[in-house]
């Protein structure tokens, strides 16, 4: 499946959950989830935030109206500046959803950028 199939089959999935909001954070490897968004294949609120930890924290503000928020990211480092507000969700009890794109498993423990165990 082309990775734009899998984004929108992803965000459709979401969508059909009751995400009510897609907080997206370009990267190159997630990119396929903007081509997603854009050709509507999320029904709710989608926005581009531009640094992870702010929409991470914006996710949270929106846990707390009773949304029920998803930050996307790409891979890596990217992953690392949610935990901030992975954290805050956790202890407060919030819903917060994360989505991430990966690289390819043999790039793993070899040095490569971007490339880590996420999970």
Do not use: K
């Amino acid at each position: 499946m082309p990775s734009v199939d899998t984004a929108r089959a992803i965000l459709s999935t979401l969508d059909a959950l009751g995400v009510t909001h897609v907080l997206y954070c370009p990267g190159s490897r997630s990119a396929p989830f903007a081509y997603a968004l854009e050709s509507g294949a999320f029904g709710g609120q989608a926005r581009a935030v531009l640094d992870e930890r702010g929409a991470g924290f914006a996710a949270v503000g929106l846990a707390r109206t009773g949304a029920l928020p998803v930050v996307i990211v790409t891979s890596g480092t990217a992953v690392a500046e949610l935990a901030p507000a992975v954290l805050e969700a956790s202890h407060a009890r919030l819903p917060l959803l994360v989505v991430s794109a990966d690289r390819p498993g043999e790039l793993r423990g070899v040095g490569a950028s971007q490339a880590t165990d996420q999970a």
